[in-house]
């Protein structure tokens, strides 16, 4: 029985020597996460950093960062911490990053948007009606999607968005007023229009400044416009940078050949 006593006390002192115990260093420091104990992120995937003080931890110290998401990876710790999500082609999602140093722990809530919070919300969709114009045998809307629209005089307004849109769509036929056709209209880089195709020489992006006066406008690498009953999305890559533009409303169309 002696023995048997003996061994469960053994057993009960190497389980304990086991147990972490925090260092007098670590008990005296004080974790602070000064980047903010919320992110929200971008849809798009990127390398994102959030900063901490150790106050009172010994020279070279670092604490712990874990995150069980999937989407969330490469957490790497120094003077900083780093971490990496992935493309979010989905809804919006959370994940917590734990951060611990000893016995103090921190969580910092990361939010990822969803690609359409993540868009610019345009204020306006409208356009000239050209029928054929220009394009015989198709019709030809010459289209804007703008954060804030134009003035009365139809010029650009100040601190203002515009992106330009050649469309093509199959021959409007009849005499009521004509509407954009539903679908999806893809960049056109042949110098010849074709339906269903956003041609490339007239689309383009420009900003004004705080004048009115627009920037160099840039022409679209590539892009695609989804229009859909009461929403139209565009989504374009310029100069290396993707845009992502959402307008849910009513359509404005003047018809030129009134």
């Given at each position: 029985?002696?023995?048997?006593?003996?061994?469960?006390?053994?057993?009960?002192?190497?389980?304990?020597?086991?147990?972490?115990?925090?260092?007098?260093?670590?008990?005296?420091?004080?974790?602070?996460?000064?980047?903010?104990?919320?992110?929200?992120?971008?849809?798009?995937?990127?390398?994102?950093?959030?900063?901490?003080?150790?106050?009172?931890?010994?020279?070279?110290?670092?604490?712990?960062?874990?995150?069980?998401?999937?989407?969330?990876?490469?957490?790497?710790?120094?003077?900083?911490?780093t971490f990496s999500v992935e493309a979010n082609d989905g809804d919006a999602r959370v994940a917590p990053i734990i951060v611990k140093y000893g016995n103090q722990q921190k969580t910092v809530l990361v939010r990822q948007l969803s690609p359409d919070e993540a868009a610019l919300k345009?204020?306006?969709?409208?356009?000239?009606?050209?029928?054929?114009?220009?394009?015989?045998?198709?019709?030809?809307?010459?289209?804007?999607?703008?954060?804030?629209?134009?003035?009365?005089?139809?010029?650009?307004?100040?601190?203002?968005?515009?992106?330009?849109?050649?469309?093509?769509?199959?021959?409007?036929?009849?005499?009521?007023?004509?509407?954009?056709?539903?679908?999806?209209?893809?960049?056109?880089?042949?110098?010849?229009?074709?339906?269903?195709?956003?041609?490339?020489?007239?689309?383009?992006?420009?900003?004004?400044?705080?004048?009115?006066?627009?920037?160099?406008?840039?022409?679209?690498?590539?892009?695609?416009?989804?229009?859909?009953?009461?929403?139209?999305?565009?989504?374009?890559?310029?100069?290396?940078?993707?845009?992502?533009?959402?307008?849910?409303?009513?359509?404005?169309?003047?018809?030129?050949?009134?």
């Amino acid at each position: 029985m002696n023995r048997l006593l003996l061994s469960f006390a053994a057993i009960a002192m190497l389980f304990a020597a086991c147990e972490p115990v925090n260092t007098p260093a670590e008990e005296n420091a004080t974790l602070t996460i000064t980047s903010g104990e919320t992110m929200q992120l971008s849809h798009e995937a990127a390398i994102h950093t959030i900063t901490y003080t150790l106050e009172g931890a010994k020279e070279g110290a670092v604490p712990t960062a874990t995150c069980s998401a999937e989407w969330v990876t490469d957490i790497a710790v120094g003077e900083v911490i780093t971490f990496s999500v992935e493309a979010n082609d989905g809804d919006a999602r959370v994940a917590p990053i734990i951060v611990k140093y000893g016995n103090q722990q921190k969580t910092v809530l990361v939010r990822q948007l969803s690609p359409d919070e993540a868009a610019l919300k345009a204020s306006y969709f409208g356009g000239i009606y050209y029928g054929s114009i220009y394009s015989p045998g198709k019709s030809n809307y010459f289209m804007h999607l703008s954060d804030n629209g134009f003035n009365e005089q139809g010029k650009d307004k100040p601190n203002s968005k515009y992106y330009a849109l050649d469309l093509y769509a199959p021959l409007h036929e009849g005499d009521d007023k004509p509407t954009l056709p539903l679908g999806t209209y893809t960049l056109n880089t042949d110098d010849e229009p074709q339906i269903m195709t956003i041609g490339m020489e007239y689309s383009g992006y420009r900003e004004t400044d705080a004048d009115g006066a627009s920037y160099e406008p840039s022409l679209y690498d590539n892009a695609t416009l989804v229009v859909e009953e009461g929403k139209v999305t565009l989504t374009c890559t310029i100069q290396g940078t993707e845009h992502r533009v959402v307008f849910t409303g009513t359509t404005e169309i003047i018809n030129a050949l009134e």
